[in-house]
């Protein structure tokens, strides 16, 4: 028996010494969770239930030089409710009210929200959805209703919001204006404008802290933000809406007629460089019918220019005094051999004997190649570096990503041969992008001057410039005033009696220069081979305000008019027509100052007035609507635009009674 008992005091004290080191070892993890890997889990836990979520700043608008709207970023807002946050007087007192306005805004029967915030209320829903793809103006409005104008805390509204990007013009401009997004993996890419000028565009992010509810949802802790979102600025494009409607449609009217693969045109200011149009379209499929904005061919398609390259030649030949434009070559039948391959003319038994001038005129390759041919063959680094000092041999360095890179052969490397510089006088061995060819026309247009496209003037914060971007020259000089008022001259033949004689109108003048050139006429055969046309110039040609250029790709040869004149020329003399047969008269008006002046005074006067103070609709007459849009918006208007430019309409008068959430129609000039 007292063995018996010996060996139970054995367990005995076996357990409780048992218990004993399990209870050292459950003090020493709770100390050291406390004391050494507290940190972390308080940290561990603060993050699976409370985490901080970014909200997107909203970026900066792109406007067009005319004030029109070409991207925005419009906020959509989601509304939800968390049904066990308000406290239960609050819930009773309100639920009514609540269901009432929802159903007063949102469409459905008083008695539908009712029943869902009630069954949300039983079954502790936290995550109710209300409504979605609210308007600014709406989620303010939803906001002051009952119980939601208690807050996300005591209220239990709860809001969500995110941002879409639009383009108010449509597809038009759409691949110049580009983008800025992620991609399918998580990449962030971009084009155009919104890639380029991001930086001022997508502004700084905010945040907000977020706790985690039921069902892996989050909902706001409190009603303000940890930092609040900083606002991108706006980009002032140099694209004119007007201008830009005209391009596009004139070209898609082109494509179509001769079921074009793509093409593009350009217009551009002359004394600036303004890019004041840029039209991008082609087919996605060889068989479709229908163009889009894909590609930016006027800024990333190098390719031959063909004839368009001869005014090259007639600056070189001019301006190094090798001949005048008086000086006789004969054509020769239209047909000249260089070592075996031979340089045609596109008239069958070429021109006979005419001068430089007029072998430019009829855009004969014969007569071309032959001045060139003959007054450098000794020295052909002497053409090339004339080429060079144009900047035709690097990129405009213009602010885009994929500028296509121009080739000009260079004597002596692996490329040159010994008919590489009669093919360069007539445009071929060589390549270079739409929009070198026409900054290079643009200078003869401009008296020599030699300006960098520019598709950016302005970047602005509200009505503060924050960067304006200036006339940036790439030669002062291309050639002597002599040189140009000849090359004018010839291109103003080109158009009255020479191959753009379809072109000409006695109504209003231009100058400028066809272009044909064979494509792919080396592959496979021959079989490749297809027609880039192209033409480009400026007017009025005696005081140039425009340089344009058009170029059309794989037009449809069964007609055999698939020469520049025929193609890209119409769309070139439609602009032109269009631009200044179309466009609106100007008179003088006297004391425009003083009345510019007093309409801004009353802007800034309303400006700096709280909304509080403003008690009527303000005269809107005369601001642009970019202006006056803001301004009612501000007061709680809901506004709609019709037309571009400047306000000449309200659809309630100046010292109407001010009610807010009234619709305002602006009509502008």
């Not at 031959?304 to 001019?318: C, H, N, Q």
Request: with cysteine; proline share 4%; net charge positive.
């Amino acid at each position: 028996m007292a063995v018996e008992d010996k060996h139970i005091s054995y367990r005995i004290y076996l357990v409780a010494f048992s218990i004993f080191i399990m209870t050292i070892a459950i003090a020493f993890k709770l100390t050291k969770i406390q004391w050494s890997e507290g940190d972390y889990y308080r940290k561990l836990a603060k993050e699976r239930t409370v985490k901080n979520f970014v909200i997107p700043a909203n970026k900066g608008n792109i406007y067009s030089s005319d004030g029109s709207l070409l991207a925005t970023s419009i906020p959509n807002y989601n509304i939800r409710f968390d049904a066990v946050a308000p406290k239960s007087e609050n819930f009773e007192t309100n639920v009514k009210p609540l269901a009432d306005s929802l159903s007063k805004m949102l469409g459905k029967p008083s008695s539908f929200y009712h029943t869902q915030l009630r069954m949300a209320r039983a079954n502790k829903n936290r995550y109710l959805l209300i409504a979605r793809d609210l308007s600014y103006t709406e989620y303010i409005k939803i906001k002051g209703f009952p119980l939601f104008n208690l807050g996300a805390n005591k209220g239990g509204m709860i809001t969500e919001q995110e941002t879409v990007r639009e383009h108010p013009i449509g597809k038009i401009a759409e691949r110049t204006i580009g983008y800025d997004r992620i991609d399918e993996n998580g990449t962030r890419v971009g084009k155009g404008i919104e890639w380029s000028f991001r930086k001022y565009l997508n502004g700084k992010d905010g945040k907000v802290l977020k706790q985690k509810i039921a069902k892996g949802q989050w909902k706001p802790i409190r009603d303000v933000n940890e930092v609040d979102p900083q606002d991108g600025y706006d980009v002032i494009s140099t694209i004119d809406v007007y201008i830009q409607d005209i391009a596009h449609h004139a070209l898609l009217k082109q494509l179509k007629e001769f079921k074009a693969e793509h093409g593009c045109v350009v217009v551009m200011e002359t004394k600036t460089g303004r890019v004041k149009a840029i039209s991008n379209l082609g087919k996605l499929k060889e068989t479709d019918s229908t163009y889009f904005e894909t590609t930016n061919y006027a800024i990333a398609e190098s390719h031959e220019p063909g004839s368009t390259f001869k005014l090259v030649d007639m600056i070189a030949l001019l301006d190094d005094n090798k001949v005048d434009t008086s000086k006789v070559y004969d054509s020769k039948g239209g047909i000249i051999d260089y070592r075996g391959s031979k340089v045609r003319d596109s008239h069958e038994g070429g021109y006979g004997r005419i001068s430089l001038a007029r072998g430019f005129e009829v855009s004969s390759n014969t007569i071309m190649v032959q001045a060139v041919y003959e007054n450098y063959r000794n020295n052909p680094q002497q053409f090339v570096d004339r080429i060079d000092r144009m900047g035709l041999n690097k990129p405009l360095g213009l602010p885009f990503q994929g500028e296509g890179q121009p080739y000009i052969p260079q004597p002596g490397d692996k490329h040159w041969s010994a008919i590489s510089l009669p093919w360069m006088a007539f445009g071929y061995g060589v390549s270079v992008t739409p929009l070198q060819t026409l900054t290079l026309y643009n200078a003869v247009a401009n008296n020599g001057e030699m300006i960098k496209p520019q598709f950016v003037s302005e970047i602005k914060e509200w009505n503060k410039v924050i960067k304006t971007y200036n006339k940036e020259v790439i030669n002062p000089k291309i050639c002597s005033d002599e040189t140009i008022k000849k090359l004018k001259a010839v291109m103003q033949n080109v158009v009255k009696k020479g191959t753009g004689s379809k072109l000409y109108s006695k109504d209003f003048s231009m100058a400028g220069k066809t272009g044909t050139a064979q494509a792919n006429y080396g592959k496979n055969g021959g079989n490749d081979k297809h027609y880039i046309s192209s033409f480009v110039g400026f007017f009025p040609a005696e005081n140039p305000k425009y340089s344009c250029i058009v170029v059309v790709h794989k037009p449809n040869t069964s007609g055999n008019n698939y020469y520049g004149a025929d193609v890209a020329g119409p769309v070139f003399k439609r602009i032109a027509q269009k631009i200044f047969t179309d466009s609106p008269s100007t008179n003088e008006i006297k004391n425009l100052n003083k009345k510019i002046s007093k309409q801004e005074v009353a802007y800034d006067d309303y400006k700096i007035k709280s909304n509080a103070e403003i008690k009527v609709i303000p005269n809107l007459k005369g601001m642009s609507g970019m202006d006056a849009v803001a301004l009612l918006e501000n007061l709680k208007l809901k506004v709609k635009v019709i037309g571009i430019g400047k306000v000449k309409k309200q659809s309630i008068p100046a010292g109407a009674s001010l009610n807010k959430n009234q619709t305002i129609i602006l009509e502008l000039s």
